[in-house]
């Protein structure tokens, strides 16, 4: 679920630290040096917040990308986070981050699960065709495998919900990828289903799968709701649009799901039903 429920923010810690707003230019600059890895990781995470369209942006960013190694968990800022934003910030930067897909692709392969997860939501964003071979081929052996619960964390072998979400994002709905996103719809984790349900009602535009998020809306985990009701913007689909509007949910993660209904959907209910029901949660 692209969003609050995202297991990896965009958001610098180190915003808190930076005090005064910065401009681009020293956005970039703190980019550019390679001694300090926490200016480094501020300044890609701020390019990618202010949509930069500077010159410089995407090419450092890419060396930003390269700079990986085996994570060194006590490191602080380590080259591995300056590298997960810099995809993040790349996955903001279309059309000029076009040209970094082929970055982003090896990334896809790293080991590094959290950079995997950073590299399929930039790919997604970007709506790069290209990643959807390796994408499916990370999911094909399916939740018993790729959805696993990898041992002694809480994380699954694959980022499947950030590789489900790109999937749908990118949009090419032949068969071999529906048969790929499908069983993950009974994944034990509910997070997974709702990320699986927004891909295929986005590749397929079937009832069913948006009857599934509907149904999530529903969930005991306050988690789980918010990620049904960013799913259904997302997907914009509109007979969801009373569900939400009931759903026990911040007002405002419900006017961000109906503005995805007004601007990625169509048909009924229509924009007046909508808006009408954004004035009300306003």
Request: charged content about 25%; glycine content about 6%; overall charge positive.
């Given at each position: 679920m692209a969003g609050p429920s995202s297991t990896s923010s965009d958001v610098s810690p180190a915003v808190e630290q930076a005090g005064a707003?910065?401009?681009?230019?020293?956005?970039?600059?703190?980019?550019?040096q390679n001694e300090d890895p926490s200016q480094q990781y501020?300044?890609?995470?701020?390019?990618?917040?202010?949509?930069?369209?500077h010159p410089e942006a995407v090419p450092l960013l890419r060396l930003a990308l390269r700079q990986r190694r085996p994570r060194d968990l006590g490191a602080g800022v380590e080259e591995n986070?300056?590298?997960r934003n810099a995809a993040r910030a790349l996955g903001k930067l279309a059309p000029l981050a076009l040209e970094a897909v082929n970055d982003l692709l090896e990334v896809l392969e790293d080991p590094d699960d959290g950079l995997r997860e950073a590299a399929a939501r930039a790919l997604g964003e970007l709506r790069a065709e290209e990643a959807v071979e390796p994408i499916c081929r990370r999911l094909a052996s399916g939740p018993q495998q790729a959805g696993a619960q990898r041992p002694g964390t809480p994380r699954l072998m694959e980022p499947c919900e950030a590789l489900l979400e790109a999937l749908g994002d990118i949009g090419m709905a032949s068969e071999p990828v529906l048969a790929v996103v499908e069983p993950f719809v009974d994944h034990e984790r509910p997070l997974i289903r709702s990320a699986a349900a927004r891909a295929l009602l986005q590749l397929s535009g079937e009832e069913r799968w948006g009857t599934v998020l509907v149904e999530l809306l529903e969930h005991p985990q306050l988690q789980v709701r918010r990620a049904a009701l960013m799913d259904l913007g997302a997907a914009g689909w509109r007979p969801a649009l009373e569900p939400i509007?009931?759903?026990?949910?911040?007002?405002?993660l419900k006017l961000m799901a109906l503005r995805g209904l007004v601007e990625q959907g169509s048909g009924e209910p229509g924009e007046p039903a909508l808006l009408a029901c954004m004035d009300e949660l306003l």
């Open positions: 707003p910065i401009s681009e230019a020293e956005a970039i600059e703190r980019l550019r501020y300044g890609a995470w701020w390019l990618g917040r202010m949509r930069s369209q986070a300056v590298a509007c009931r759903t026990l949910a911040e007002n405002s």
